[in-house]
């Protein structure tokens, strides 16, 4: 009697399911056999043909294996899928039918839903729901925190991997429960910030009544407005100061080419001096723990040359009207 191979099925990584060996014609008593001495069960009714180690792509597959037909993967690492690389990745939350049940394996979860799950993104086997969609269901179903979900919310806006139209259509889909951290990261965003750092800079300017008018996230280009000198996360054109919210969580690295991206940001500040433009450094840590000593550093800075004759930097949306930013 001729030996049944393992099955290679598409997309699945090498890997199968216990109905898809028992098509292929192995029996219950050979799959257990096989388990305990030359395959490796990676998830529960979800083998792989080998003990050796599995990347993440095939430990994704077999997750959702284990989860069923017509799971959906959502939250967290959904988002990472999606190339918003700040998310976490240490669970795997999938949306299956109402019909179905609710179950949970280590770091895996399935959860029961009624709401339709559109897919936006298939890796192999798995089914991946749009960015605003996992966004909603980590902010009802995660475990990560509201500053996480704002987080997030903020990165896949900036990133520009949704829009705050698509994000305000799917939250009114959703339960109320849980969707306050995306509705203010919403709101940050269309206010400015690109992040929670530059949110939290912004709310601590803004408590100063002294202080000019700061714009977050404003393209500060050359007179002739052909070369971008940067886009800081504050400017205050009265004083021609930038001010640079730096965080080696979101900063450290190394990018595609082996560039050391704590040291590029670094040495990007490096430029505005070149073009007249101060350029305060703070660090996010400060504005949580020092917030007063943080706000005198930038006060002491900014008033000191509120005033300073109009420097070669055009600034934002200003080009077409030929305002200058102070500096």
Request: aromatic share 4%; net charge neutral; charged share 25%.
């Amino acid at each position: 009697m001729r030996t049944p191979e393992f099955p290679d099925v598409e997309g699945q990584f090498g890997l199968a399911t216990r109905e898809q060996l028992k098509v292929a014609g192995f029996t219950r008593a050979a799959v257990r056999h096989a388990a305990g001495r030359d395959w490796r069960q990676v998830r529960p009714g979800v083998y792989a043909p080998h003990r050796g180690p599995l990347d993440a792509d095939t430990r994704l597959a077999a997750a959702a294996l284990w989860a069923g037909p017509h799971a959906v993967l959502t939250g967290a690492l959904a988002l990472h899928r999606h190339g918003i690389h700040q998310a976490d990745t240490s669970q795997a939350l999938f949306l299956v039918p109402a019909t179905a049940r609710s179950r949970q394996d280590g770091r895996a979860r399935t959860i029961r839903s009624a709401r339709p799950a559109r897919v936006a993104l298939h890796v192999g086997c798995v089914m991946v729901v749009s960015v605003e969609r996992a966004l909603t269901d980590l902010a009802n179903h995660g475990d990560g925190g509201a500053d996480t979900v704002q987080a997030l919310t903020l990165a896949a806006l900036q990133q520009r991997r949704t829009t705050p139209a698509r994000i305000e259509a799917q939250l009114d889909a959703a339960p109320r429960r849980g969707s306050a951290p995306v509705r203010r990261a919403v709101e940050l965003f269309l206010r400015g910030a690109w992040s929670l750092p530059e949110a939290s800079l912004a709310e601590l300017v803004a408590d100063d009544d002294e202080l000019p008018p700061m714009l977050q996230n404003v393209t500060l280009r050359s007179p002739d407005g052909t070369t971008v000198i940067g886009v800081p996360d504050g400017f205050f054109p009265d004083a021609g100061v930038a001010v640079q919210v730096h965080s080696r969580e979101f900063h450290s690295g190394y990018d595609e080419d082996g560039t050391d991206l704590w040291s590029m940001t670094v040495e990007g500040d490096g430029i505005y001096p070149e073009h007249d433009v101060i350029c305060l450094g703070v660090m996010p840590r400060s504005i949580h723990r020092r917030p007063d000593r943080t706000l005198a550093r930038i006060r002491t800075v900014v008033l000191r040359n509120v005033g300073r004759s109009d420097g070669p930097v055009l600034f934002g949306d200003d080009l077409c009207g030929g305002r200058r930013a102070a500096g």
